[in-house]
């Protein structure tokens, strides 16, 4: 979920796509780069001052992705700021969008069960069938082992013809 989600006529909803209100995610990233500003810290002194890469703080301070409890201590160790505010914001931006996933899947299985309801925000992941659990990437290595073996195979009869083995 990015930036916000849910409906501007959830009661408990302080601000989604839709409302004027802003999502507590927005507050998080909106303080987290107050501070940055303030601090005259770069992405790349961020990441010289943490385990994070310039692009994660990119993505966390612009609102692409929620920052990870480590980060949010690690960014306001490298601003020399108390944790604790922007700690509070992260939990409340995770109890927000964990809402709003409940809510969008409450919506989804309204409308699959034939009652009245939101159409989902996000389709429900395409269910196949995998009953080993190891995923589309082994299968397609799988098929080029096989074509690639029928390869060579057909290439050393080809060779053998030639030498009259």
């Not at 409890?69 to 939990?91: I, K, M, N, Q």
């Not at 995923?135 to 053998?160: E, F, H, I, K, Q």
Request: charged share 20%; aromatic share 4%; hydrophobic share 40%.
């Amino acid at each position: 979920m990015t930036g916000g989600t849910g409906a501007a006529d959830d009661p408990g909803c302080s601000g989604c796509a839709g409302c004027d209100a802003t999502t507590p995610w927005a507050e998080l990233a909106a303080e987290m780069r107050r501070i940055k500003l303030a601090t005259e810290l770069s992405y790349g002194k961020l990441a010289q001052r943490t385990h994070y890469s310039r692009s994660s703080w990119e993505r966390f301070l612009n609102q692409k992705q929620l920052p990870t409890r480590v980060a949010v201590e690690e960014f306001a160790a490298a601003a020399g700021t108390d944790p604790g505010p922007l700690l509070r914001r992260l939990e409340r931006s995770l109890a927000h969008e964990t809402a709003a996933r409940a809510a969008a899947a409450a919506a989804h299985e309204g409308v699959r069960g034939g009652e009245p309801g939101l159409v989902p925000a996000v389709p429900a992941p395409r269910q196949e069938s995998d009953p080993l659990g190891l995923g589309r990437p082994l299968g397609l290595l799988a098929a080029g082992a096989l074509v690639g073996g029928g390869l060579v195979t057909v290439l050393n009869r080809a060779a053998r013809g030639r030498k009259g083995l």
